[in-house]
């Protein structure tokens, strides 16, 4: 096999596109974690917007903003019955989670039948994918612009939401209020932060983040709904998240490294390498990266330990 610029920028766009649901996703993770929520329906949430966004393109004959719509609000009302059982009811994040992403995923393979009558895959020649944006500079530097070719404008507003998640969470009154709910809840609710509020608005609006990823998905690269087509996506979102530690820009780092990840295992199909092989490599460095955090994050806190009690002996 035969290394190009051409094969190159072609690893750079799929990196890119493979990069950005994950990236929407994680943002999500980092609002609700820095409101002290942990969130693991995300590919639920994905699951279930890529689906209906793709019914609603069918049934409007390819109405693009509409069905753009419709995988925002799915996602959103998920997201807003899980911070229902998890603040109000008091339920178990985790348990709540698994339950919606399980019924996420036998849902859709249900109302697929229901909608549609086929199974495992739905494909029309009706359904309108989104817009590809050519980049501005194409004409002028073609080279560098066929990096991003086969990129929507979705795509582009992932990293545009990336800056603007940092901005509200480090610059704002309110993103400040919402870092203070994720450090000490009960120090933020006598300062009269209306705690439940906060966390109950910010886990449903993290939907938007989540639907916007699965309308990626079915309508991104390719527009069709295959069964399970978030693919795992989410549990990745959540390992970017951890590997960011739920810092919007570190989140944009860790969601580019599995993206990477993600296109090279891709690429590598075109070798003499098994599909096995290949298709398992995002999935073995999501693994391979929580382990080295956790080995990091274990010892960053016994070196803070070491100096404090070192602090602490000179002291006396």
Request: with cysteine.
């Amino acid at each position: 096999m035969i290394v190009s610029w051409t094969y190159i920028s072609a690893i750079i766009s799929s990196t890119f596109r493979a990069c950005s649901p994950i990236l929407l996703c994680s943002l999500a993770a980092a609002l609700c974690s820095k409101t002290g929520v942990f969130n693991v329906a995300m590919e639920g949430c994905m699951l279930l917007s890529a689906f209906f966004s793709i019914v609603v393109n069918y049934f409007t004959h390819g109405n693009v903003m509409i069905s753009i719509l419709a995988g925002i609000v799915t996602s959103m009302v998920i997201s807003g019955i899980l911070a229902f059982f998890i603040i109000k009811l008091k339920a178990s994040p985790v348990i709540v989670g698994m339950a919606i992403n399980t019924m996420a995923n036998g849902l859709t393979i249900y109302l697929m039948y229901v909608f549609f009558g086929r199974k495992g895959l739905f494909q029309d020649p009706s359904l309108v994918g989104l817009t590809k944006v050519t980049p501005f500079f194409a004409k002028s530097l073609p080279d560098l612009a066929s990096c991003f070719y086969g990129l929507t404008y979705v795509d582009y507003l992932s990293w545009i939401l990336a800056i603007a998640v940092y901005v509200f969470l480090y610059k704002t009154v309110i993103g400040y209020r919402l870092r203070a709910i994720g450090i000490n809840k009960e120090a933020a609710r006598s300062l009269g932060t209306p705690v439940e509020r906060y966390q109950f608005i910010t886990m449903t609006c993290s939907g938007i983040l989540c639907g916007l990823a699965g309308v990626l998905l079915s309508m991104g690269s390719v527009t069709l709904f295959i069964q399970n087509i978030s693919s795992g996506k989410g549990y990745i979102a959540m390992t970017a998240n951890n590997l960011g530690a739920a810092h919007p820009l570190g989140v944009a780092a860790a969601s580019l490294f599995f993206g990477i990840c993600q296109s090279v295992g891709s690429f590598l199909q075109q070798t003499s390498l098994k599909g096995q092989i290949t298709g398992a490599i995002p999935y073995v460095m999501t693994i391979l990266a929580s382990i080295v955090s956790s080995i990091y994050v274990k010892a960053k806190k016994e070196r803070k330990i070491r100096q404090a009690l070192k602090a602490q002996e000179a002291d006396a």
